[in-house]
């Protein structure tokens, strides 16, 4: 860690403002801030917390995940594709990986599903998709995103990745490997440049593969829309990060002997618990980096944005609930909630503790093929700018007093209210709308 002096400095230098600078200066200064708020979010501690609570999800669903992807490719004829899969994912761990390999690949052997039962099977699915929404709760952690997919769309995706995943990798491994056994192939190695080339393909296509598997959960998991070039930024640094980690990692296994001295047996279920923190923590980071590449205007030397006061809440979610109505008058596309934090220029947590509060009351409601748009949940003659104002100044929470001072406060409060209804109170949000559009409202 940098001394708090150092680190003010620091921060202060990639912050403050500039003009005239080079477009190389920029782009360091782009560079820099990005590898200054990876890193203060890596030392705040969430995403570590994440990363070892994934490592005990992952030794709970680790079989089971296994087991039903396992069954998918049985029933292909192909499911011996599974084990070189796994063996790659446990190299660094060196000598023991391929022992470990073989009790995992036979423990997912001996899992009968008939024998099982309803329940037994149930629980199968329930333990292999635990994993899936554990990711999906830490990409919409570190996406500000509160709330998850609905159960029902939840449910189909998820069980769509445990079906259709194992016969994508196994599409891919196959494809691979048939290319470059081809007769083709073998012929043209024998001519240089073009064998050089070969070898030099082969080995980077395990970085291609974990990078297109890194861009797609980073584009498929998050609750939101994201962009394929985010999604390929944070994919293609966390693939490189994973491999040289493991090529590392291997190494430091291998050079040491340390852990089999303290820990005797148990030493190889030490390393793969530091292995599997390692690689969640990895994966973790794209995701981050891929949140900053779409949302660069929250790279910022604080993470959480401070508290609006009364005023600007109201003022935020006056203005989300107005722009979401005028658009829809306007037959415009919805816009989805981090839509709205660029457009109005509103911190993500700020938007997001104000479309929760609008669709709490009954205001907004999502829509779209993936739940994310946002659009007015009722006709908007029947709202009026007094029902909405006290509605947002309620948030989602009553008051209620305990004693006669609380209900002092809370009649004060009341009075206070009661002059919007004077002025403002009984107008409807489509023709206030339709007014500041410039339109007279309808008679």
Known sequence: ???????????????????????????????????????????????????????????????????????????????????????????????????????????????QVGLLGSLGVALLFYTAISLIQ??????????????P??????????????????????????LTASVLNSGFVAQIKEYEPF?????????????AMIVGMFTFLYAYMPNTKVTWRAAAVGGLTAGILWQSASLGFASIV????????????????????????????ILLIGCQLAFYVQHPAHMKPERHAPLPAGRQAEYLALLIMGTAGRRFLEGKPALAQEEFAREL????????????TLITRGFLTESGTLRTQLVPARDLESVTLGDLWRAIRAGNSELRPQH??????????????????????????????????????KA
């Open 134 to 147: 554990k990711v999906e709760a830490s990409f919409n952690f570190i996406w500000r995103i509160d709330r």
């Open 195 to 207: 064998g050089f080339v070969l070898y030099g393909v082969t080995r980077l296509i395990p970085y």
């Open 345 to 356: 220029g509103a911190a993500p947590e700020h938007v997001a503790r104000a479309v929760d």
């Open 1 to 111: 860690m940098l001394p708090a002096n150092s680190l003010s400095r620091l921060r202060s230098r990639l912050w403050e403002e500039r003009e005239a600078i080079s477009r190389s200066e920029a782009w360091l200064l782009r560079v820099g801030r990005f590898g200054f708020t990876l890193a203060r979010d890596l030392f705040d501690g969430h995403l570590s917390m994440r990363a070892m609570s994934l490592v005990y999800t992952t030794l709970l669903s680790l079989v089971p995940f296994l087991a039903l992807g396992f069954s998918v490719l049985k029933a292909l004829g192909v499911h011996n594709t599974l084990e070189p899969v796994l063996f790659e994912f446990l190299r660094p761990l060196g000598p023991q990986a391929s022992d470990i390999t073989q009790n995992i690949i036979g423990f997912v052997e001996k899992i």
């Open 149 to 174: 997919r609905a159960f029902a769309q939840r449910v189909g995706e998820y069980l769509s990745v445990l079906m259709v995943g194992p016969v994508v990798v196994f599409m891919a491994i196959g």
């Open 254 to 281: 291998a050079g040491t002997t340390n852990y089999d001295a303290i820990y005797s047996s148990f030493a190889v279920v030490i390393l793969l618990l530091i292995w599997l923190y390692i690689g969640w923590l």
């Open 404 to 441: 006669v001072l609380g209900r002092e406060v809370v009649r004060f409060i009341d009075e206070a209210e009661s002059g919007i209804g004077e002025t403002h109170g009984r107008l409807s949000l489509r023709d206030w709308l339709k007014r500041c559009m410039g339109d007279p409202p």
